[in-house]
């Protein structure tokens, strides 16, 4: 049906029709079993440069596919994805690389899941830092829950400036734990919160650029196209740039509301509005 978004199928990046089913055999069909899989599969780069392997297996944090993964970690180990693999046999990837992979797997049981696109508040207090997460729902109309394949185990974490602190349950992000980029665009439209905060560790890459950008990322990913945390396209090499003026700004307007409507005809028109649309050499 037209205007439809079905989460429980696969978009262009988290079809695993090509991988083996030997690789897939007793994936969990809980949720919370799957979210905790890609601990043991993917490794930081930061931290897998402690280990120091071929200087080659550091592209693999450039892959999008999520059956891409899954064949560079069936290279190191083939063992099913049930195995935990030791770091030195793990993809290395970022937070992207874990909440796709886990979300094609959830995906793959049938599980309505989505990646979102934003910034954690929980790693460094005072800061939004660049991350990607996964929500899930196990039936039509119910609310979405937000987990972090990435920290699930953790049980401590710093307070988040948005929302409730600590997590008592680490299986599901509290609200304010995580924001996507629009929720955080209409946080710094509305005076709440200062831009500044928002940006990528380890970088100088923090302001409403950065926000912007994951606004529209978020906006594709809503729409089954989970791209890397680093793809541009349309107006967003400018708008990094700050050569992008009110009109642009109203645009991400549009899309933080959109993308909090939960409506998916209206998520899937705006995408394909503007130029929003992710362009065909980016899903490769």
């Known amino acids: 049906m037209t205007g439809t978004i079905d989460y429980t199928s696969p978009g262009p990046l ?11 055999a007793d994936l969990p069909e809980d949720p919370a079993a799957i979210l905790r899989l890609a601990q043991h599969l993917v490794i930081q780069p930061g931290d897998a440069g402690q280990l120091s392997p071929p200087p080659g297996r550091f592209g693999e944090n450039q892959f999008r596919p999520a059956a891409r ?4 970690l069936l290279a190191l180990d083939p063992s099913p994805l ?3 693999r030791p770091p030195e046999r793990r993809v290395i990837g970022t937070c992207r690389h874990f909440a796709v992979l886990t979300c094609a797997l959830l995906r793959h049981r049938g599980i309505a899941a989505r990646v979102r696109c934003g910034f954690g508040a929980y790693f ?4 939004a830092l660049d991350h990607w997460v996964v929500e899930f729902r196990l039936a039509a109309g119910a609310p979405w829950v937000r987990a972090d394949p990435e920290t699930i185990s ?3 974490l710093p307070p988040s400036p948005f929302g409730p602190g600590g997590r008592p349950d680490p299986a599901a992000l509290r609200p304010g734990e995580f924001l996507t980029g629009g929720e955080a665009w209409a946080l710094f439209r509305a005076g709440r919160a200062d831009g500044a905060v928002f940006g990528v560790p380890g970088t100088e890459n923090f302001g409403p650029a950065e926000i912007r950008g994951n606004a529209i ?6 729409n089954r196209v989970e791209i890397l945390p680093w793809d541009e396209w349309g107006r967003m090499e400018a708008s990094y740039q700050n050569r992008t003026g009110p009109g642009y700004d109203a645009l991400i307007d549009t899309i933080a509301t959109t993308c909090a409507t939960d409506d998916p005809a209206a998520v899937a028109a705006l995408y394909k509005s ?3 649309e992710v362009p065909p050499t980016l899903l490769l």
């Open 14 to 24: 988290t079809d695993l029709a090509t991988i083996d089913r030997g690789a897939l």
């Open 69 to 72: 993964l899954i064949r560079a």
């Open 82 to 84: 049930t195995v935990a």
């Open 124 to 127: 460094q207090p005072g800061l």
């Open 154 to 156: 953790v049980t401590t």
């Open 217 to 222: 990322r978020d906006l594709a990913a809503l």
């Open 274 to 276: 503007e130029d929003l």
